[in-house]
């Protein structure tokens, strides 16, 4: 298990700051940046929404980590951290169902897992929600096995600091109910246990009342995304829980491409992973079946989260993402290390966790290395104009990076357009009119999922010229030049 943690460690540690901020970790550390003070008095739905995110702890914790210096390192530290004890909380929920050997096989998938790791890099609440519900996992089981003061002490703790963490968490406190509810039912839990449970979220919800205002103003319906949830969510969720988001698709080619059959057939390596990851699932799912208890507590585990977060983002008209779901990933992982020591051939069990390894270590080296599965470079693409001099030239943004340009953009003129279509807004047409203004452009596109900038240049074409196009990873940059007046007039 030491070792484990060492490797998990240093994989959580290593470029941990070589990525720039992308857009939700700029959000974040702009709230977490406020005083310790600011950012209690600020949680409160009537604040202004920039000042204040949908649950403080992950917050305060940032706050404590920053660092003008090494902004980025210093920002994900904490999410580093809470993934490598996610590990170990792993492990102690796997021994408490399985045995040593089925929880240091999960402990050791979590160790190398490729969403994990993405999610362990990121200066947001991901990491710390995932170890809160695992722990509570853990709390729960011993609370159902052995019952006491300290079990039920640990386990209302541990939910009241999740609560504080992400809203999604009173999700995993109903499916928790659930777990009691059928454990006790089946005899694998002492009389009362459902009960004893049901008491103590009852008592919680005093603690947690801040959090129900604040949810209030969250779960709202949403005008209708331009991109809506489809059904192909869920087996991506599985395959994103295998090998994470660096292995076959890129994001940027799951927002173009049409649907789930043609994503299979351009990256087959897609739907190979997630054919073994299931046969993995399944046999990892008769297992626990079979085992008093773990069938009970895992199953809601694993499936409620993310059909939960799915059937939210449609109710409230908002894009499901992978990370909504992400306390499953520790549950889907000890199926799978179940499923692996379930199989009765050595021969069965060494090539299934060869696959799995192989393919994993392939992602994360991908991940690490492969420029095509990198984060927006917006620093560098804003340093480069900054070499460049070019005195007081506007960079115009289109997609979803307006916010990380603004932050590495100091000293910069950055102004994000969201739309550049006909029927634009007046506030865009009005800049539109003084950019055609303007001797020097630069235009900025990055996660444009909504394909503005073709739109973007085609109202500029009249007055500007592209000279020059710069390609990063995840970013165009466009230089733009006046034309010469006679070349304007015709």
Known sequence: MLALLVLATGLRLYRLGDENFWIDEVLQVRVASQPLATIFANYHPAADPGRYQQAPLSLLITHLFLSPSHAEWSARLPSALFGVAGV?????????????????????????????IWYSQEARWYALWALLTTLSYWALLRASRRGGLRAWIAYATL??????????????????????????????????????????????????????????????????????????????????????FSLGPTIADLHNNAGMLSVAAEHPIAAIVLLLALTLLAAGIALAWRTPGAGDLLLPWLGGPFVLAFALALLLNINYRVRYALVALPAFLLLIAAGITSLRSGLLRAAALAALLTCSLWSLANYYWNPRYDKEHVADVLAYVRMTGIAGAPVVTVGEIGVAATYYGLG??????????????QRDSARLADFHQRPELWLLSGRDWENQTPACRARLASSHETVALRRYPGVDLYQLRRRAPAAAQG
């Open 412 to 425: 910069l003129a950055v102004v994000s357009l969201n739309d550049c279509r006909a029927e634009f807004s």
């Open 88 to 116: 170990f909380s792993l492990y102690l929920v796997g021994r408490g169902l399985f045995g040593p050997p089925t929880a240091l096989l999960a402990a050791l998938l979590l160790a190398i897992s490729p969403l994990d």
């Open 159 to 244: 939910t009241v600091l999740n609560l504080y963490t992400f809203l999604l968490s009173f999700a995993v406190a109903g499916l928790q109910a659930l777990s009691a509810w059928r454990l006790q039912r089946a005899g694998a839990a002492g009389r009362g246990f459902a009960v004893r449970l049901a008491v103590t979220l009852s008592l919680l919800a005093a603690a947690v009342v801040p959090v129900l205002a604040i949810a209030a103003t969250y779960l709202t319906p949403h005008p209708a995304p331009a991109r809506p949830g489809t059904l192909a969510a869920l087996p991506f969720t599985l395959f994103a829980y295998a090998m994470g």
